[in-house]
Structures are given as structure tokens and as C-alpha cells.
């Protein structure tokens, strides 16, 4: 019967403990039993590297793993009671999460209950067992920071889509928190872990292009989130590098040294073709969909504002030859003065959006000059949800603002000597500028150009239904 050489006893010890294997008689045995296997194997006329190779995919990858796991499972009480709790509430949790989301789309009662349950177990019961399990497993401690790391991005992901569902507050600063921890962190540890692979040193171009597209594409998709610029560029080129470069690589090099296809290959593929490539696709709609959302209602407002302008003009035409039209008049020259403040604050805005930081657009082309007045053309802007602008002449304390605040007191000062007592208090409410306008720390600057554009057509109604109230009540003075 053929002996195997102390050199090849060597090479199969070292195999082995790279597997990771932490018990120490198990791994003794693990090694006689491979080495007696591939002795039998050499005595069909096969050399060791032969030998050896048909043993392994005998064996497949995670053999040596499953035999350590389920050697643990049976001796260690502690490993066993961990393990089933990390098989218990993974599945539980996923159950919720996934019923949560049918009856989230559903409109049904008791979704978002469900969530915060599934989120809850998901976050703080799964994944610390499922830490201690891997640590039990593995007691590597090159890999713990890769572990820890795993643990929090996986705990701020699942606790920041929760909270960003639910639209709770601080849900984009903890998905924040996820993203920047995983693309510093987390995909910085695992591709030092496989790049430190001795055994696959001619994959690791292809770990270094994925690494990189998994930093692009999971920055573009909280850039998309936040509303923040270079969203679509970063996902684009983030998948360009992960399916078009990195899994193409990896696939013609695992094809060449595997006869088979092996269970990670196939869980590679499903995983590109129902995460990423879906995610992006519907990252990269986002931005119209949810301007879309918005498009209906700006649109109603101009329509009613078209309509209250030109039903005060006609009103006031009506009574020309009427001894209140003066009166009527000077309303109607007050009311325009305010409106093109207000006009002038949205043209800034959209200069400011249009513009490059710190140089605003002369002119632009997403306002039109009407019969009515000034029309903003929503469909046009190109950065819609710029929370720069509003920043700049919306916020608490902005000269812009200030401007505004001294125009409607004063025309609230002068309805004050044309109006009853009695509709005045009602009109100072339609007025309130404070209304519709963002409050609070003037630092937070979360209106974006899109609500703000909005806020300031609705004040403009308001002001006109205002006058269209007073316009009346003066024509049945006569």
C-alpha cells in the first residue's frame, strides 16, 4: 500500500488548518482520515496530487466545517443553545419581515408592528448569536474584526430601513451610519481576508474590482436616499465594475481550476441577478418616481393660481367705472408686489439649484414668463431635491425671509384699514408665512427645492384667495 511522504502529511496539515478547524483532536483525526483516504486512492496507480485532488471533491468545501459543527454541536452545550437561537429567530425574524411587507403593500393593519418585531430579532437577537457562533467556530481572531464589522453594519441596516419604513426620525442618519460603516469597515476587512488567500492569489484582481464596485454601488444608493449629487454615476459605474468586470473575472477563473459548479458560484450569480441588478434598476427610477409624486400637486396649485389671478383681474375690470375701483386697484397693486417677491425668492432658488456651488445661473430655463406671472417649469429642474436653496433664502434669519416677513406685515397692516374686524383674524392666519416655511435650527436646512417651491405657490394662492375675499366684500360697498 502506498505511504504518504512527510512533505505531503505537511501539505495536507496546513490544508486543513486553513479550514479553520479550532478543535485540536478533531483536527488530528480530520488529518489521519484524509491522509488514510488519499493512500487508497494512490493505490488505483494515482500520484498524491491526483489523489489528494479526487479527495477534496469527494469532500467538497465545507465538509471538514460541517463534521467541526456538528462535533461542536454535540459537545458543547453553550454552542448548541447559541445555535438554535440563531436558527430560531433568523427564521422568525425573516417570517416577519416578509408578512410585514406583504401587509405594508397591502394597507393592512398590523405591518408595522410585525416590522419592528422582525427588525427587532433580526438586529438584537440573530446576528449577536450569530457572532458568538461564528467565533465559536472559528476562534480566528484575524477575522474578528471582520466579524464585529459585519455585526454593526448588519444591526444599522436592518434598525435604519425599519426606521426609515416606519418614517421615524434619525432613519437617514443611522442608514448613514450603515452605509459609511460597511464602506469602511466591513468590505475593507473581507477583501483583506480574501485577498490573504494564499490559495486563490490569481483571483485576487477580481476581489479587488468587486470590492471597489460594492463601495460604489452601496455609496450611490445612500447618496439616492439622501438626495444627495453623483447618486446615478456612482451606482452606474458601481455595477459596470461588479457584473460587467469583477463577476465575469471571477467566474472564468473558478471555471478553469472547478470541474463543477459549486453552491457559492450559484448562490453568486442569484444573488447579482435578485439584488443588485433589480436594486439599481429601481435606485436609478427613484429619483422620477418620487418627483412624480410631487408633479400632480404643483401642477394643481398653478392651475388654481392661474385661476385666482385672472378671476381677481376680471373682478376688478368688472367694477372699472365703479367708485370703489381705485380701492380695488390699490389692493390689487399691493397683492402683486407681494407675489413678486415671492417670485423673485423662487427665481433665486432655482438659479441657486441650477447653478455651480457658490456662482448661482444667470438665467435658466425652467421658468416661463405667462400672462399671469412667472411659472416655474417642475419637470425641468435638474436637481429637484437641492436642499441648498431653501438653506439659503427660506431658513429663520435669512435676508430673503426677513423681506417676506416685512411685505405680509405690512399688507396684513393695510387690510387691517380696509377689512372688518371679524375676517381680518381669518385672513392673518392664511398669511402666516411661519405656516409654510421651514422652522426650527436653521442649520438642519431639510426643505428641499422641490417643498420649497411648492410652500411659497401655496402662499401665493393663499394670498390671492385673500384678495379675492377682500375684492368682494369691497364691490358690495357700492
Known amino acids: 500500500m502506498p505511504e504518504l511522504s512527510l512533505h505531503h502529511i505537511d501539505q495536507i496539515s496546513r490544508d486543513i488548518s486553513m479550514q479553520e478547524i479550532t478543535f485540536s483532536h478533531l483536527l ?116 474578528l474584526f471582520l466579524f464585529i464589522s459585519a455585526f454593526f453594519a448588519g444591526m444599522l441596516l436592518i434598525i435604519g430601513t425599519l426606521f426609515k419604513i416606519q418614517h421615524w426620525p434619525m432613519a437617514g442618519a443611522i442608514l448613514t451610519l450603515a452605509s459609511v460603516s460597511g464602506i469602511l469597515f466591513f468590505i475593507p476587512a473581507l477583501a483583506l481576508s480574501r485577498l490573504s488567500d494564499q490559495k486563490n492569489k490569481d483571483k485576487r484582481p477580481a476581489y479587488i474590482l468587486g470590492a471597489i464596485g460594492i463601495v460604489l454601488f452601496v455609496a ?91 378671476n381677481n383681474s376680471s373682478l376688478i375690470s368688472r367694477y372699472k367705472d365703479s367708485s370703489n375701483y381705485h380701492e380695488m386697484e390699490q389692493l390689487h397693486s399691493r397683492t402683486n408686489g407681494v407675489l413678486t417677491i415671492i417670485s423673485n425668492i423662487e427665481e433665486k432658488m432655482v438659479q441657486e439649484s441650477e447653478g455651480e456651488p457658490g456662482k448661482p445661473a444667470v438665467s435658466t430655463g425652467q421658468i416661463s414668463q405667462t400672462k399671469t406671472g412667472q ?5 425641468e429642474l435638474s436637481r429637484p431635491f437641492d436642499q441648498g436653496p431653501a438653506k439659503a433664502f427660506l431658513i429663520p434669519g435669512c435676508s430673503t425671509r426677513k423681506e417676506l416677513y416685512a411685505s405680509m406685515a405690512e399688507y396684513v397692516n ?65
Open 375 to 379: 411659472e416655474i417649469l417642475y419637470r
Open 414 to 478: 393695510y387690510l387691517t384699514s380696509i377689512t372688518p374686524a371679524e375676517d381680518l383674524l381669518r385672513y392673518k392666519k392664511m398669511l402666516d408665512a411661519e405656516i409654510f416655511l421651514p422652522s426650527g435650527n436653521p442649520e438642519k436646512g431639510d426643505m428641499s427645492l422641490m417643498s420649497g417651491l411648492h410652500s411659497l405657490r401655496i402662499m401665493k394662492n393663499g394670498l390671492l384667495t385673500v384678495e379675492a375675499s377682500v375684492l368682494n366684500t369691497i364691490a358690495s360697498h357700492r
Open 220 to 310: 450611490g444608493m445612500l447618496f439616492k436616499m439622501q438626495h444627495w449629487p453623483l447618486a446615478t454615476l456612482f451606482i452606474v459605474f458601481g455595477i459596470i465594475l461588479l457584473v460587467f468586470l469583477a463577476f465575469p473575472l471571477f467566474a472564468w477563473l473558478t471555471w478553469k481550476e472547478e470541474s463543477h459548479i459549486s453552491s457559492m458560484f450559484i448562490f453568486l450569480v442569484i444573488g447579482l441577478l435578485l439584488i443588485v441588478v433589480p436594486g439599481a434598476m429601481i435606485t436609478l427610477n427613484l429619483q422620477h418616481s418620487f418627483q412624480a409624486f410631487y408633479y400632480p400637486n404643483n401642477d394643481q396649485q398653478n392651475a388654481l393660481y392661474d385661476y385666482l389671478f385672472r
Open 28 to 143: 488530528e483525526d480530520l488529518i489521519d482520515h484524509v491522509c488514510c483516504d488519499v493512500e487508497d486512492e494512490m493505490q488505483s496507480g494515482l500520484n498524491f496530487s491526483e489523489a489528494y485532488q479526487r479527495v477534496k471533491q469527494k469532500m467538497g468545501s465545507r465538509r471538514l466545517k460541517e463534521i467541526q459543527e456538528e462535533t461542536l454541536y454535540a459537545v458543547d452545550t453553550k454552542y448548541r443553545y447559541m445555535k438554535n437561537i440563531m436558527k430560531i429567530s433568523g427564521v422568525a425574524g425573516t417570517i416577519l419581515f416578509g408578512f410585514a411587507a406583504m401587509f405594508k403593500i397591502q394597507h393592512w393593519p398590523g405591518a408595522g408592528v410585525m416590522m419592528t418585531l422582525g427588525a427587532l430579532i433580526l438586529a438584537f437577537i440573530f446576528l449577536p448569536s450569530a457572532l458568538n457562533v461564528l467565533w465559536k467556530e472559528t476562534h480566528n481572531r484575524k477575522r
